[in-house]
């Protein structure tokens, strides 16, 4: 995947809240461009395989659960610069140190209910993408 995409997920306090529409159109109005998405539910193992690298950490328990109870709203997302951009667009992970007009800082509640997650590398942002979406389900794979 080229490095002008991300791996987005709404996760299911998002949804819960009804913000669905109001992030994706926060997220449009900074220049990104929705190439994949999806309403789905995680397990809580692939919740756990998707933070795999935090497994060792003390929220992970915590985590998997959170990711794993209600549905999320997974997206690969498009623009120049697309990782760096979209993680200053939705703010640091605990809302309370969130600069202002971020995503988190407007509309998460904690730093573990914090609204959306944004890929941290290209190299990782292929690999979550890939975790939800084979590359038939892109947009520019599917006319
Ligand atoms: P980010 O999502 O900003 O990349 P991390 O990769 O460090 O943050 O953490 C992954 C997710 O784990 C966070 O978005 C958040 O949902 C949760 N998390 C991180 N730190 C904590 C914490 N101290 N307590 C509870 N949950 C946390
Ligand atoms: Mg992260």
Do not use: W
């Not at 795999?52 to 610069?81: D, T």
């Not at 309370?96 to 590398?121: F, P």
């Amino acid at each position: 995947m080229a490095s002008n995409r991300t791996l987005a997920i709404l996760k299911p306090d998002c949804v819960r809240k009804g913000l669905i529409g109001e992030v994706i159109t926060h997220i449009q109005k900074a220049g990104f461009k929705v190439v994949a998405l999806k309403m789905t539910r995680l397990t809580a193992a692939t919740a756990g395989g998707f933070y795999a690298v935090h497994s060792e950490r003390p929220f992970y328990g915590e985590l998997c659960e959170f990711m794993s109870s209600g549905a999320c709203v997974p997206m690969v997302l498009e623009k120049e610069n697309a990782v760096a951009d979209f993680r200053k667009l939705i703010g640091a992970t605990n809302p309370a140190e969130a600069a202002d007009g971020t995503v988190r800082k407007l509309y998460a509640d904690s730093v573990g209910e914090n609204i959306v997650h944004g890929s941290d590398s290209d190299e990782n942002a292929e690999i979550e993408a890939s975790y939800f979406f084979p590359k038939s389900e892109i947009v520019a794979n599917l006319a």
